[in-house]
């Protein structure tokens, strides 16, 4: 279960080869941010630089460029998923390279990230759970990232196996909207609220 941002297309690689060719596009993409935000100004090129930092720097505009360059971040995650020898796979590839999250059953990114993880390890979210269950641990997921800043409240959810993808109606969205408010309603407005000590 994905939870928007990523579509389903066809697999015409493996979900390795995918993985290190979006690892490589980033790599590409952050040495062109590199090229022209950094070196134009200077009509510098990668190779230069590479040979300055070889050697003692003593010009500090060059000094802070380098710096500038170390420390250049494309803050930027893909979440990938698919299937790879009949096994289910999750990793996340950054500039810096990916991490696998297959072991573990379930993983998010972006700004709700930690809410999101969360919530599911709180749901005890396994890959032994029924499909049903799953969808809602990860629709309650999503909601609760929504307290996060960039967390955009319209939600999509995909359900994919080899053979198809799915995506999840409105009609099915809003019957997970409903159990979700109504799982905070009795929990806030519970009548054992009433039997704590304190009001004894």
Known sequence: ???????????????????????????????????????KKFNLKMDEIKKIVTSEIKNPIIAKLIESIAKLK???SILLVGFEDGKAKISEIQEVGFADFTDIHFHAIGSGQVQAINTLLFQNQSKKDNLHRTIYNVYKAKRNAEVSSGVGVKTDILVFSEEKCEELSEKDLEV?????????ERGRNSQDLNNLSVFK
């Open 74 to 76: 494309l803050e930027t």
């Open 176 to 184: 997970l909207s409903k159990i979700y408010d109504d799982e905070l």
């Open 1 to 39: 279960v994905v939870n928007s941002y990523l579509r389903c297309f066809p697999q015409t690689k493996s979900f390795s080869d995918t993985k290190k060719d979006i690892y490589n596009n980033f790599l590409k993409v952050r040495e062109e941010v590199i090229d022209n935000q950094l070196l």
